[in-house]
C-alpha cells in the first residue's frame, strides 16, 4: 500500500529513537527519517534517548540538532539523554514524555527498520483507524528477514511460535520493534507493561490485543545492524521464555 502525499495533514508523528553506542548509524538513520517525512509532507520529530553512550552519540546527536533545528521553527531532532543503561523500556516512557506528536513510532536506530516504510504505516493506520501499526518481518508481501544466521533466525521465529501457542495474540511478529501508535493508546499500554528487557515489545503488544486496541500489521523488510553488536544474549532468551509464561497467567 503506498503512501500518498499530505495525507497526515492536522497529524504529527513523534519517533522515539533510543540509542547506545550508536554514532555511526545515527546520521543514516535521521537523514532518512527526513527525507522520508519532507517527501511525504508529514509533520514530524525525532527524540532521541540515549543512555550514556561512551562512544560519541551524543555529540553525533547534538551536531544533528544544530544541522535540522531552524530559528523559530520546530525542533525536528530532540535529544534526551539518560545517565546511564536503564532498560528499554523506562527509555520509551522517558521520550514520551517529551513527544509532541498526537502519533508516537518506535525503531531502532541501527538501520535494521528502514524508514521508507513508515507512510505505509501512516496509511494503513488512516484506512482501518487502527490504534497500532506494527511491522511483520514474516507475514504478507515483501516482509523478510536478511542478514540474520540461522541461529539467529529460528530463536526469533522460536520466540514468536512460543508466543503464539501460549497466548494467542493474533499478531504473527510479536517480538517486532517497529511500531505506530496513538499516543494516548502507548501512553495507556506503557503504563501496564511491567517488562523491562527483550520481552517489552512482546508484552506491549499482548497486552494492546488484550485489552481491545486495533491493531493492524504491515509488512517490512528487517536488515541485520549496519554497525555495532547484537545486544540479544542467552540471558535474553531465557527471560523472554520465562516472560511468556509470567504473562499467561496475568493476562
Keep these: 500500500m503506498a503512501g500518498k502525499k499530505g495525507q497526515s495533514q492536522g497529524d504529527k508523528y513523534s519517533v522515539l529513537l533510543p540509542t547506545y553506542n550508536e554514532r555511526r548509524n545515527l546520521p543514516i538513520i535521521v537523514w532518512l527519517l527526513a527525507k522520508t517525512f519532507e517527501e511525504n509532507k508529514i509533520n514530524w520529530e525525532v527524540i532521541i534517548i540515549d543512555d550514556g553512550s561512551p562512544d560519541g552519540t551524543q555529540d553525533v546527536a547534538k551536531q544533528l540538532m544544530s544541522h535540522y533545528n531552524a530559528p523559530n521553527q520546530p525542533q525536528r531532532i530532540n535529544l534526551k539523554p539518560r545517565a546511564g543503561k536503564l532498560g528499554l523500556g523506562t527509555a520509551y516512557v522517558h521520550g514520551l514524555s517529551f513527544a509532541t ?10 538501520f535494521s527498520h528502514h524508514p521508507s516504510a513508515l507512510p505505509n504505516f501512516i496509511s494503513m493506520q488512516k484506512a482501518h483507524n487502527a490504534d497500532i501499526v506494527t511491522g511483520t518481518r514474516y507475514s504478507g ?56 528487557g527483550y520481552t517489552f515489545q512482546m508484552e506491549m503488544i499482548v497486552r494492546a490485543k488484550a485489552s481491545g486496541c486495533k491493531v493492524v500489521e504491515c509488512p517490512i523488510e528487517f536488515v541485520d545492524r549496519l554497525y555495532g553488536d547484537s545486544k540479544l544474549g542467552g540471558d535474553e532468551i531465557a527471560e523472554y521464555a520465562m516472560g511468556v509464561l509470567g504473562l499467561w497467567m496475568r493476562v
Design 101 to 110: 506528536g498526537n502519533f508516537v513510532i518506535i525503531m531502532d536506530a541501527d
Design 141 to 196: 508481501k515483501g516482509a523478510g528477514v536478511y542478514g540474520w544466521d540461522l541461529k539467529r533466525k529460528v530463536v526469533s521465529r522460536g520466540a514468536n511460535l512460543l508466543a503464539d501457542t501460549v497466548l494467542r495474540p493474533g499478531v504473527s511478529d510479536v517480538t517486532g520493534s517497529y511500531r505506530l501508535y496513538k499516543k494516548e493508546v502507548l501512553q495507556r499500554v506503557i503504563n501496564e507493561t511491567t517488562s523491562k
